[in-house]
Nanobody, 125 residues
Framework: QVQLVESGGGLVQAGGSLKLSCAASGKIFSINAMGWYRQAPGKQRELVATITSGGSTNYLDSVKGRFTISRDNAKNTVYLQMNSLKPEDTAVYYC???????????????????WGQGTQVTVSS
C-alpha cells in the first residue's frame, strides 16, 4: 500500500551537515503533514519538524535555525537539512506521514500515521 523509505543518515563531526530524505511510495493521491521525529537511546521519541502540504512548518526549539524541513509534493518526498549538528542531535530519525489518501483495491483509502524504518544520525564531538 504505502511505504516510507528514508535515506541520508550517517556519521558526522560536530558542526557538520547532513540531509535526510524520505520518499513515500504507493498510489498516493495526497499526504497532509509529513515530518521527522527522533529517538535517542533511553529517551522518548520527539518531534523534530513537520511540514503541511501547504508548506507550513513547525520545529523543535532546539533545532530552530539549524534544521530546515522541506517537501516535494509531486514526489511525495520530505527532506530534512541539518546544519551545525551537535552531539545531542545523535538519534535514530524517523519519517512520518499523516493522513495519507491512496488508491488501492479499486477504492480510495485514507490512513494515518505511517512511519519509516528509521535512519541513524551520529554526531561526534
Amino acid at each position: 500500500q504505502v511505504q516510507l523509505v528514508e535515506s541520508g543518515g550517517g556519521l558526522v563531526q560536530a558542526g557538520g551537515s547532513l540531509k535526510l530524505s524520505c520518499a513515500a511510495s504507493g498510489k498516493i493521491f495526497s499526504i497532509n503533514a509529513m515530518g521527522w521525529y527522533r529517538q535517542a537511546p533511553g529517551k522518548q521519541r520527539e518531534l523534530v519538524a513537520t511540514i503541511t502540504s501547504g508548506g507550513s512548518t513547525n520545529y523543535l526549539d532546539s533545532v530552530k535555525g539549524r534544521f530546515t524541513i522541506s517537501r516535494d509534493n509531486a514526489k511525495n518526498t520530505v527532506y530534512l537539512q541539518m546544519n551545525s549538528l551537535k552531539p545531542e542531535d545523535t538519534a535514530v530519525y524517523y519519517c512520518n506521514a499523516d493522513s495519507v489518501l491512496y488508491y488501492s483495491g479499486g477504492t480510495y483509502n485514507r490512513e494515518y500515521d505511517y512511519w519509516g524504518q528509521g535512519t541513524q544520525v551520529t554526531v561526534s564531538s
